[in-house]
C-alpha cells in the first residue's frame, strides 16, 4: 500500500469513526423541553398576543380610527387600555398601548404597564376570569357586561358608548389570543 493509499484509508476511517461518534452524542443529548402551552391569561405573555391579534382585526383598526376614537389621547399620541382579572389580585395589570398610524388605530405595544392611565382619554376594565372568558366567546356584550357589574370599567364612557362595536371586537380578544384561564401570574 502506497502512502496515499494510506493516508487515504486513514482519513475515511477518522471520517467513519466520527460520524459514528457523533450519532451516539446525538442520541444521548437531552430532549428539548415540551412546550409550554399558553401564556396565562393577561400575563404580559398574553397581552402581545393580544396586540398582534388587535392589529389583524379590521374592526378596532379602521373603525376606531374613522370614528375618532384614536384622537382623544390629550397630544400624547397613544390610548393605554389596563386589563387584568378581578379574582387574581396579586397579578400586575398589563396594557396595550394604541397609536394612529397610517390611518389605523394600531396596538404598537403589549405588556407591563409602563403608564399611568389618564381616565379622561385611557381604560382600566377588569372582571373576574369566568367573565371574560364568557365576553371572550361573544356570549355577551359590553353594554350588557358592564349594565350587570360583570365588567368594571373606569374611562370616557360616553366614549365607549359611541364604540360599541369595536369594544365588543375589543373584548372577543379574550376568546381569540389562547391562554391559560386557570391560574393567575406569579
Known sequence: MTRKRAAMAGLAAGLALSFVAG???AQQAPAAPAPAGPPVLMSAEWAAQACEAWNKDKVLTEDL???GWIKNDK???YKALHIYRTN???DPRVELKI???DKKAICTAGGA???TPDTSVDYIMHAETYRWEQMGKGEYGPMRAMMFG???FDGPKWEAMNNMGPFENFLKLVGKVPSDMK???K
Open 99 to 101: 397609536q394612529s398610524k
Open 150 to 152: 360583570r365588567l368594571k
Open 183 to 185: 391560574k393567575c401570574n
Open 23 to 25: 450519532q451516539v452524542e
Open 113 to 115: 404597564t409602563t403608564v
Open 75 to 77: 397630544g400624547r399620541g
Open 65 to 67: 380610527e374613522k370614528g
Open 88 to 90: 387574581c389580585p396579586n
